[in-house]
């Protein structure tokens, strides 16, 4: 929704084991309380797919008559088949869903109340980290998915630039930013900053039109929820996206603690030390990071596969820097896996949802150390299997035990809202903070909440 968002958006549709979109249409049925047939599944993340693959056969072994059909999609050819194949009727069984679109699929009822056969099958809900499982209960009451990863988000670097500025771990590990003068975090990404002529941000003759290296990226506007960009900032200058979470009914954009925030951090662009909102258009952040374009980037748990396995780099991870508060902070966020209510494998699709929120299949997914698994006793799997890679999480996991997670928003309008805000929040990245303007959207938005 960020989340697994604009990165993904840009990889190349995978094809890895093309089906039919809805159980529909795949031509099996089932007998009234028998799992039996075809499960359509579609995800969008490429590197977790064989994770999954690898939970389908097993999961086939344990359950002969059902077969799980996988298919993998970039974020936006993804979430564009999943709203049109449930206008249509041919959207998959079981599809991997996220906080910012399930309120309205919700409201549209396509997707399924899962609590009956929660009961049914006496689904322990308590297995998974603290919280995960109620944010996909719904303002209703009913439970639309069960938990299946979380992430953290947290600053990765390239460990040579910053060895080469003379910035060490420790010193990553505690800086600390503020929006009157960006505190030691700013001075860190000026001095990471480096024009064509070798001048740093922090010297004398830094030419901010001619830039080298950037001391940080800038992933788009972060439109609605700014959850890899903004968010970390907003949070630890104390302000909060709605008047409660989750399932707030008022917005909060033309606070003065977001607009200062935006504002310092789109200064970053201002004064060269973060690419302009056009420059970064179209490029990928961990490309720009493998290529030594960028010195830093504030990103998601998600991405720490990609990011490690690029060629050319030695990259490390540092905490979000402590803010105003005196705190970090990182928003937290979890996928699960819904049930299109168009489906005509019901049985079959609920078993295949059940067991990949089981330890059974997420031990799995946590041995492939690309994600951090919702159930509890499957994270230690994780841990040891990225430390045998030789990749320190502490940056993400820290904020797990500190306590220092915020949710992402989840409200009604949740589409409606990003459709108001994202090109306000582009505009103002692109040109200047235009406070009227926010204020203005603000109202729109919370306007949706009155009709």
């Not at 035990?401 to 306000?424: E, G, R, S, W």
């Amino acid at each position: 929704m960020n989340r697994k968002i604009r990165i993904l958006a840009g990889i190349a549709l995978i094809p890895l084991a093309v089906s039919a979109c809805g159980g529909g249409s795949s031509g099996d049925t089932e007998a009234a309380g028998e799992a039996a047939g075809t499960v359509n599944y579609w995800l969008w993340d490429a590197n977790q797919q064989p994770g999954y693959q690898k939970c389908a056969t097993d999961f086939t072994a344990k359950n002969p008559k059902i077969n799980v059909k996988i298919t993998q999609k970039g974020w936006d050819d993804y979430w564009t088949g999943i709203t049109t194949g449930m206008v249509s009727g041919t959207a998959p069984d079981v599809f991997t869903n996220h906080l910012g679109k399930y309120p309205d699929y919700m409201t549209k009822k396509q997707i399924l109340p899962l609590d009956d056969l929660i009961e049914r099958d006496k689904v322990d809900t308590t297995i998974y980290q603290a919280g995960l499982a109620d944010l996909w209960v719904g303002n209703d009451g009913k439970r639309y998915g069960l938990p299946k990863d979380w992430d953290t988000v947290a600053l990765f670097y390239n460990k040579a630039m910053t060895d080469k500025a003379g910035l060490t771990a420790e010193q990553m590990a505690a800086l600390e930013w503020n929006p009157t003068d960006g505190g030691t975090y700013e001075k860190a990404i000026a001095h990471l900053t480096i024009d064509k002529s070798g001048k740093r941000g922090d010297e004398a003759g830094f030419d901010k039109t001619k830039v080298k290296t950037y001391g940080l990226w800038m992933e788009n506007s972060g439109q609605s929820s700014g959850q890899t960009q903004w968010s970390m900032y907003t949070a630890t200058n104390d302000w909060q996206s709605t008047d409660k979470n989750p399932w707030g009914t008022k917005y909060n954009y033309d606070d003065p603690k977001f607009i200062e925030t935006i504002k310092w951090w789109k200064g970053l662009a201002d004064k060269g030390y973060m690419p302009s909102f056009k420059a970064q258009v179209g490029a990928i952040w961990n490309d720009q990071l493998a290529a030594g374009n960028v010195a830093m980037a504030t990103n998601g748990s998600w991405m720490i596969g990609s990011v490690f396995g690029s060629k050319g780099i030695t990259p490390a991870v540092a905490p979000n820097p402590i803010g105003p508060n005196g705190k970090r902070a990182s928003m937290f966020n979890g996928l699960s896996d819904s049930i299109f209510a168009g489906t005509k494998n019901k049985e079959a699709s609920w078993q295949w949802v059940k067991y990949m929120a089981s330890a059974a299949c997420q031990d799995v997914i946590a041995d492939a150390g690309v994600v951090f698994p919702a159930v509890n006793s499957s994270l230690p799997i994780a841990e040891a299997k990225f430390k045998e890679k030789k990749i320190d999480v502490s940056a993400f996991t820290v904020h797990l035990k500190d306590k220092t997670t915020f949710l992402y928003p989840i409200t009604d309008h949740a589409a409606d809202v990003n459709a108001i805000m994202q090109p306000v929040m582009d505009a103002q990245i692109g040109g200047g903070i235009d406070e009227a303007a926010l204020k203005a959207a603000n109202d729109q938005v919370n306007a949706l909440f009155t009709k």
